[in-house]
Structure formats: structure tokens, C-alpha cells
């Protein structure tokens, strides 16, 4: 089974940053020879629209590429993080509908990975799941019916502000029509689906991808002990219910040995983290380390990493592993090779009726048969000689 982890391209999204603004570079080794090598790289489609369904923008947005996020909101306060993350450009807008004012931030990307993580960054305690926008993820507005709208898709973060319940169903447009992304930076995290649902606190899951993005979103453990270095995947996870309250941490490192060193590092600094370190629980299964704080017992907290496996990994709902879109796309391509050739071999025969129906009426039109006897060449070879004669055997031959 195939794994996807979280390991940050930091290259591969450099590149992808340069590509969404328009400028000309100059190497260094080109400018010491004397020469002028000369890149040219093209813009990026705009991520908010001048206007989605009934909603039109009416002040012009600020938008920025390259690590900065535009400031005033929510997301002000996370610069370092979603910069963590991957982010790569971000754009803020206002639009009205029916007199009311909403003001939209969306953020960029390089991959899915780093969308998600910035998801569970911003997202707020009240929000509540919804699907009507056709998002990833999507959380609404609180009880009171006003607030905030955060939902992912592909590679971008939006958030919502100053939307009322009534809203929701009306941003599914902007949503529709946000950059897509191809190949494996469509590809979700598998890490936040091994969270247990029992006694999970909704809106308690936090992924990280680098140190910054792990203390804002309230790790436990210390930090500097996880090995950023070697690109781990940490999912962070709060419970709360008759057992007591537990936080689970999970971890996934791209190969065992390293997951073992850092399972030992978190086994030795477990009595400093205080609380009651004797029921702290920690378990490593190949690359992946569960470690378990809090006041469940410790029978309770055994119970809860030892539930949590690999195998648990499994492609479902919109995970699209790369094996399995290559054979999407195979099967999709010789479906249409098929129906091309039934509905090219079907013309061909309304053709051929059509023609010969045809020549048939205009035939008959005219007073003559509807078909004609078709004539055949022949070489006419009839016998020239006379057939040969055999004789008898009792008669005998004169020389």
C-alpha cells in the first residue's frame, strides 16, 4: 500500500512561487561571463473572480505572491506558518450581495498537504462541517448564525467573513471556480483519518508540517525533540469525554530507524511534561510513533494507541492515489477510443444506406428499375479443340 507523506518540496515549490508573478532574472555565473540568461516566467490566474453568483467585488483586493499574506484579517497573525506550509500567494477582496458586505481571503499552496495543514490551522472552535460547497473540507458559521466560512479546495484556503448561515449555499460558485491543481498535488494527507471518532472533540484536529505550524496549533510535545529535519507529518488530536480529556499525537517519519530515535527521545522527556506522566503512553509501529497525554488511565490510554494502524491508511472518499488515476485516465481513454469507433462504424452504415436509398428513388424518378443488373468481365474461354478420346485398352497402337 502506497503512503502519502507530507515531505515539503521546498525546491519544487520555490519554482512554483516563481511561476505565479512575471519578472526576468539574471544568473550570477551568466552576469560574471558577461552574459545575460534571461527567464521568463508567466503570471498566474487570479484566485478570487470580479464576481461569483449574485455576489460582485466592490473594493479592489490586495494580493501579494511569494511568502506574504496579506494583513487586516484572521490570518494576519500566522504569517510563519502558513509560510510552513508552503503558502505561495494569497488575495483579499470585499464583495456585496442584496446590500450586504462580505470580505473574502484566499490563500495558495504549493501542494494539498500544505492547504490542509493551513485548514486545520485557522480552523475555530464553533464551526461546524458542511458539504454544500463541494470542498474538501468545509466549515460554517457558528450557532448564532454569523460568523466565519473556511473550506479548502485542491491547493487554496478560502475564508469567509461577516457570512450569515443563508450565505453558505451561495458560495458554493467560488469554490467551483478556484485554480485547480494536477497530479499529486491533488493527493490528501492520509494522516488526519487515523484520528479515533470516539470522544473526538470536532474541530480538535491539527496537522503540522514544520515546528512553527505544531506550536500554533497547541502541540504538547516539546518541539526541538521531533526531528523537523527529516519532514515528519504530525497530527494532533483532543478527546474529551467519560474517560477524561487526552490529546493523541501522531506521527509519521519517512522511514522506521528515524522513527525509533524520536519514539525514544519523546519516552525519556515524558515525566517533564507534567500532568500525570505515569498514564502517558507512547508506541511506534514502523515510521509511525502514537503518543498519548493526558487523564485517561493508562489501561485507557494503551487502549487508544495501540487501535491505531497503518493499515488504516486506506484510499477512500476523495484520496486519489497516483496508481489510481493513472488507471482512471486508461480506462476513460479506451471507453472514448470505443465509442469513437461504434459512432465512426454507425455513420459508415447510415452513410452507405443514405447513399444507396438515395440512388434508388432518383433512379425510380426517372422511370427506370431501382437497381440495375451489374455487369461482369469475363474472358469468354470457351474449349477450342475437341475434347481428347481415350481408347480402349484391348485395341493396340500403330507406330
Known sequence: MDLVLGTRRSVALAVMAAGLGLGLTVSPAAKAAGQT???????????LPEKFGEWKKVAPGGAV????????????????????????????????????????????????TGATSAFTLLQQPGMT????????????????????VLFTVGSAVVLVQGATATDFGTLKALAEGLPKVPGNREVAPLLPRLA???????????????????????????????GWDKEPEVVTAR?????????????????????????????????QLGGNAATAKVRREGP?????????????????????????MTFNQDVQPTFHIAALQTYSLLTNIAILSGVLMTGAVLLG??????????????GKPAAIESEFLSLHLSPQNKPAQFHGTDRVERS
Not at 254 to 271: C, F, S, W
Open 37 to 47: 540568461s534571461v527567464k521568463l516566467m508567466e503570471p498566474g490566474a487570479p484566485l
Open 65 to 112: 505572491a511569494g511568502g506574504a499574506v496579506a494583513s487586516g484579517n484572521v490570518v494576519a497573525g500566522n504569517k510563519d506558518a502558513l509560510a510552513e506550509c508552503g503558502e505561495l500567494r494569497s488575495q483579499v477582496a470585499e464583495y456585496s450581495r442584496g446590500g450586504r458586505n462580505v470580505h473574502i481571503e484566499a490563500i495558495e499552496f504549493g501542494d494539498r
Open 129 to 148: 462541517l458542511g458539504k454544500e460547497l463541494g470542498a474538501s473540507d468545509a466549515v460554517g458559521s457558528g450557532a448564532n448564525g454569523e460568523g466565519a
Open 196 to 226: 479515533p471518532a470516539k470522544g473526538l472533540v470536532a474541530g480538535s484536529v491539527r496537522y503540522a508540517l514544520g515546528p512553527v505550524t505544531y506550536a500554533a496549533e497547541g502541540g504538547v510535545l516539546p518541539a526541538a525533540s521531533l
Open 239 to 271: 478527546y474529551d469525554d467519560a474517560r477524561g480529556k487526552e490529546t493523541l499525537t501522531t506521527l509519521l517519519y519517512p522511514t522506521p530507524t528515524i522513527a525509533g530515535n524520536v519514539a525514544k527521545r519523546i519516552e525519556a522527556e515524558l515525566p
Open 288 to 312: 509511525l510513533v502514537v503518543v498519548a497525554t493526558g487523564s485517561f488511565a493508562g489501561d485507557e490510554a494503551q487502549r487508544m494507541v495501540e487501535n491505531i494502524h497503518l493499515r488504516e
Open 353 to 366: 444506406l443514405f447513399l444507396g436509398v438515395g440512388r434508388a428513388t432518383f433512379r425510380v424518378m426517372l
